[in-house]
C-alpha cells in the first residue's frame, strides 16, 4: 500500500516541502512508518529528529499503534508554535449570530490582520459579566537576538478541527458563554497580532481560567508553527513538547538557516 507522508515545520527542511509517497505492507503501523523514514530523508536526517513529534492520520491525532490503509494522509508535526470553510475576522459577528444554542464558539485561520476591536465587541452580550482577551503580539526580540519578522504555517484542516474541539472543552471545563480563537497565518511583522483568544462568561473567574487554558492548550496542541527570521539567521521556533500521549519520544530539535 502507498501513504502520503506530509511533513511540517523543521521536517520539511529534510523530508522536502510537499508530500512524500511511502510503500509500507499492508497492516503496516504508523510505529513502522515512522522506522522507514530516515532512510528517505535529505542528508541523512538523524533518527531523534522524529522523536518527541506527533503523528496524525488523515488529519487526526495518532499512536505509533495506529493501523494504516492505502491513500493515508499521514502528517508528520513537529511541536507547535504556538476544514473546511473558515470564518473572516472581519465577520465574527456574523459567525456568531449563526452559532447554536447559548454557547458560540468561533474559530478562524487567517492570512490579513486581526482586528481585536472588532473581534472582541462581536463577543459581548448583555448576559456576560466579563470578557477576557488574550493577544498575542509579534515582538522584536527572542532568546537574546532581534527579530525581523515571523512566518506561520499550519495544518489548516487539523487546525481548524483542534480549535474547535478545544472551544468545546473550555465550554464543559468552565461553563464560560462565548469562545473565539483567530490564529494568522503567513508573514507577520513585529507588532502585529499572531493569534487572539476572546472568552465571554458571566463571571471573571471563569473567563480568565478559560482563557489561559485555551492559550496554553492552544500553544501545545494546534498545528501551527512559526519561522523567526533574526538578522543574523532564521530557525523554526522549537515549540511546546506535545503531551506525554501524543509525543512519539522526547527530543526536540531546532535548525538554523
Known amino acids: 500500500m502507498r501513504v502520503q507522508v506530509i511533513p511540517f515545520g523543521v521536517l520539511k527542511d529534510w523530508l522536502g516541502p510537499s508530500a512524500v509517497p511511502v510503500e509500507l ?13 530516515p532512510a528517505t530523508c535529505r542528508d541523512g536526517a538523524p533518527e531523534q529528529l522524529l522523536r518527541g513529534i506527533a503523528v496524525s492520520v488523515n488529519a487526526e491525532y495518532a499512536e505509533a499503534a495506529t493501523i494504516l490503509h492505502d491513500g493515508d494522509e499521514v502528517g508528520l508535526l513537529p511541536p507547535v508554535s504556538g476544514g473546511t470553510a473558515r470564518p473572516d ?50 515582538r522584536n526580540h527572542s532568546r537574546g537576538r532581534k527579530t525581523l519578522h515571523l512566518d506561520y504555517e ?81 530557525v523554526w521556533a522549537p515549540g511546546e513538547p506535545f503531551p506525554k500521549e501524543l509525543a512519539m519520544g522526547t527530543a526536540e530539535a531546532t535548525h538554523e538557516g
Open 89 to 138: 475576522p472581519e465577520r465574527t459577528e456574523d459567525a456568531l449570530d449563526q452559532s447554536e444554542g447559548e454557547q458560540a464558539i468561533v474559530v478562524a485561520l487567517t492570512r490579513e490582520p486581526i482586528h481585536a476591536g472588532k473581534i472582541v465587541a462581536a463577543a459581548k452580550r448583555g448576559d456576560d459579566g466579563a470578557v477576557v482577551v488574550f493577544d498575542g503580539i509579534v
Open 154 to 234: 499550519a495544518y489548516e484542516e487539523m487546525a481548524v478541527r483542534q480549535m474547535r474541539e478545544l472551544g468545546r472543552k473550555a465550554h464543559e471545563r468552565f461553563a464560560v458563554h462565548q469562545v473565539t480563537m483567530v490564529h494568522r497565518l503567513g508573514r507577520l511583522e513585529i507588532g502585529e497580532t499572531s493569534v487572539l483568544v476572546v472568552v465571554a462568561s458571566a463571571h471573571r473567574s471563569a473567563a480568565f481560567e478559560a482563557c489561559r487554558w485555551l492559550i496554553d492548550n492552544l500553544k501545545q496542541t494546534v498545528p501551527i508553527w512559526k519561522k523567526e527570521t533574526f538578522v543574523d539567521g532564521a
Open 25 to 37: 505492507p499492508d497492516g503496516a503501523s504508523v510505529g513502522m512508518l515512522l522506522e522507514r523514514l
